[in-house]
T-cell receptor, first 111, second 114 residues
Framework: DGGITQSPKYLFRKEGQNVTLSCEQN?????MYWYRQDPGQGLRLIYYSQIVNDFQKGDIAEGYSVSREKKESFPLTVTSAQKNPTAFYLCASLGVTDTQYFGPGTRLTVL | AQSVTQLDSHVSVSEGTPVLLRCNYSSSYSPSLFWYVQHPNKGLQLLLK??????LVKGINGFEAEFKKSETSFHLTKPSAHMSDAAEYFC????????????FGTGTRLTIIP
């Protein structure tokens, strides 16, 4: 059935490492989004992509990178330049009914 | 610029009593407004949305919200709380015809007292 999958569910990173979070959707949606969630702060937009091979910085893009080579996939890389990466990361896609659909999230912890 | 303010960070109600989660928005243009629910360590699920049609919007699980332009509010209500309603709730605004970016409130944690 259709939806958004994120993997892994839990991820541990050592200081100085780059890690990549996966986001896949089979909803045939053009636009996809990455958000970061910290306790008490709601969701903040990291990057978004409205079409394949194009993406835009969100409000907190520093220390992150993305690619959009396929419509179904929008991976997020958390680089060593991100000083405080421990957070819950949510991927979403935008349907034709003006609604964003969210994946189950990846919890990243820096050791 | 658009923004959204959730007036309560934490709300506690007894099971079977009404729920009211408050949200005020600010937008220079016609907004779309959403309420999402998040259970612990899960993604967000859409409860309901307003997109300039009927001002009283009915959603899933018995929730509804009323868009009041004069008060710039979009409060979420439910007549009778259930234990399964315990979760975090987010009010979200998006400008119609904008660049599809959403602005999230900081969330309201709803606790249900047995």
């Amino acid at each position: 059935d259709g939806g958004i999958t994120q993997s892994p569910k839990y991820l541990f990173r050592k200081e100085g490492q780059n890690v990549t979070l996966s986001c896949e959707q089979n909803l045939n949606h053009d636009a996809m989004y990455w958000y970061r969630q910290d306790p008490g702060q709601g969701l903040r937009l990291i990057y978004y992509s409205q079409i394949v091979n194009d993406f835009q910085k969100g409000d907190i893009a520093e220390g992150y990178s993305v690619s959009r080579e396929k419509k179904e996939s929008f991976p997020l890389t958390v680089t060593s330049a991100q000083k405080n990466p421990t957070a819950f990361y949510l991927c979403a896609s935008l349907g034709v009914t003006d609604t964003q659909y969210f994946g189950p999230g990846t919890r990243l912890t820096v050791l | 610029a658009q923004s959204v303010t959730q007036l309560d960070s934490h709300v506690s109600v007894s099971e079977g009593t009404p729920v009211l989660l408050r949200c005020n928005y600010s937008s220079s243009y016609s907004p779309s407004l959403f309420w999402y629910v998040q259970h612990p360590n899960k993604g967000l699920q859409l409860l309901l949305k307003y997109t300039s049609a009927a001002t009283l919007v009915k959603g899933i699980n018995g929730f509804e919200a009323e868009f009041k332009k004069s008060e710039t509010s979009f409060h979420l209500t439910k007549p009778s709380a259930h234990m399964s309603d315990a979760a975090e709730y987010f009010c979200v605004v998006r400008i119609l015809g904008g660049n599809e970016k959403l602005t999230f409130g900081t969330g309201t944690r709803l606790t249900i007292i047995p």
